[in-house]
């Protein structure tokens, strides 16, 4: 079974910067797209960023292009977001998972952007 271990989240001020991490357990890593997406309270879970399997193909949501940069490390089966310039919209709790997404999700990290 696919483990997806989040961490990272904390409370930053606004135009703070945060750098999240994801371990993934399972060989499925190295050949999947993966992704991070977040949801914030009372809506839907949306995708921030994705990033192919070599790690060179990278795709934003318009709402984080430029702030955002997504990259992975297959070595450590890990995927990392590092997140600048962060806005009181950007909190949300952040959650990993391949591109598109398998049922099972991690317990996310908790992102709050405030001051």
């Known amino acids: 079974q696919v483990q997806l271990v989040e961490s990272g989240g904390g409370l930053v001020q606004p135009g703070g910067s945060l750098r999240l991490s994801c371990a993934a357990s399972?060989?499925?890593?190295?050949?999947?797209?993966m992704a991070w997406y977040r949801q914030a309270p009372g809506k839907q879970r949306e995708l921030v960023a994705q990033?192919?399997?070599?790690?060179?193909?990278?795709d934003y949501a318009d709402s984080v292009k430029g702030r955002f940069t997504i990259s992975r490390d297959n070595a450590k089966n890990t995927v990392y977001l590092q997140m600048n310039s962060l806005k009181p919209e950007d909190t949300a709790v952040y959650f990993c998972?391949?591109?598109?997404?398998?049922?099972?999700w991690g317990q996310g990290t908790q992102v709050t952007v405030s001051s």
């Open positions: 399972g060989s499925f890593f190295r050949i999947y797209t």
């Open positions: 998972n391949k591109s598109p997404a398998l049922p099972s």
């Open positions: 990033i192919g399997m070599r790690g060179i193909i990278t």
